[in-house]
């Protein structure tokens, strides 16, 4: 880790907020800068997800509309129910850039759409009960893309996806109750593919799924009441990877977990009301990480916190609604 570090990235809270900072990562100062109507926002906006494309773009998904910032303004795209050739729905739950650049983007009951930066279209997938190679479901709750360039879909009620390119089709993995390799459950909420040839699935109530991609097997990993080194919950909400390919779990009640391979335990960190060295509550809406190794995690009604995985220390960050240079909201959600 360097000793110094200049850092910006993104989150989202009512409204997106870039954090600034140059310091020693121990003494980070951070600045938050709200983005809003005088950029071209409109007002009120919710911002679901948030990625960024190999030009600089900066993409939004939010319940009305995708949004690209070019640094000083918002462009706009919304559902145009005349044009095929826009979106499927305004309403955005997940986006992903793939290796070739393109724009993935889960919506809310309407299915998957890609968009071609080349040429400003949107191609749409949408569920077709008649034909088992198309999407599961139309509820699209993550996205990724693995080493091989494959699109792993999560939906809210139709399992796990995999989009193959040269194919144009779709391969289902869903819950069977008599089968022990299959998924835990069809609400998927969280997918993330990680550089082992796993891809690991987030269930809403059921903990976690772990498909191994050149065997074909699948773990599970639940939430045991009389093992502190067990998954913290089965509610999971989002999965992530570090630059030590260490995964860090964010679950909906439960506070945030961090996965050791090597002894295949997880470590939690929690919200204790007693100790303002915890981190600020336990519903974990997102984690990212940092240039200097920081991990950023926002919860769904208590702000940010920003861990220091090397020590354990912890710094909260809630709202001052005095202060313009402070997160804008209580919720902050970036998968």
Known sequence: ??????????????????????????????????LSSDEGLP???????????RTGFIWFGTHNGLYRFDGYRFT???HAPEDANSLSS?????????????????????????????SGRFHRYRHDPADPASLSHDAVWDLAEDDDGNIWIAT????????NSETDS?????????????????????????????????????????????TGSIRHFRHDPNDTLSLSSNSIFCITEDADRTLWIGTIDAGVCRYDHQTDRFERFRYDASDSRTISGNGIYSIVFDNTGMVWIGTRTSGLNRLNPEDGTITRFLPDYSAPASISDVTVKRR
């Open 90 to 118: 305004s309403a955005i739950w997940s986006l992903q850039i793939d290796r070739s650049d393109n724009l993935w983007i889960g919506t809310n009951g309407s299915g998957l759409n890609r968009f071609d930066t080349g």
């Open 156 to 163: 809210r009620g139709g399992g796990l996806n995999c989009y």
């Open 170 to 214: 779709f391969t289902r993995y869903r819950h069977e109750p008599t089968n022990p390799n299959s998924i835990a459950a069809d609400s998927v909420v969280a997918v993330h593919a990680d550089r082992n040839h796993n891809v690991w699935i987030g269930t809403q109530n059921s903990g976690i799924s772990c498909l191994n991609r050149r």
């Open 1 to 34: 880790m360097t000793s110094a570090a200049n850092l910006a990235f993104w989150l989202g809270l009512i409204a997106p907020v870039t954090i600034t900072a140059t310091a020693p990562p121990h003494a980070l100062p951070v600045h938050f800068r709200n």
């Open 76 to 78: 706009a795209y919304y």
């Open 43 to 53: 007002p009120g906006i919710r911002v679901w997800d948030i990625c960024q494309d």
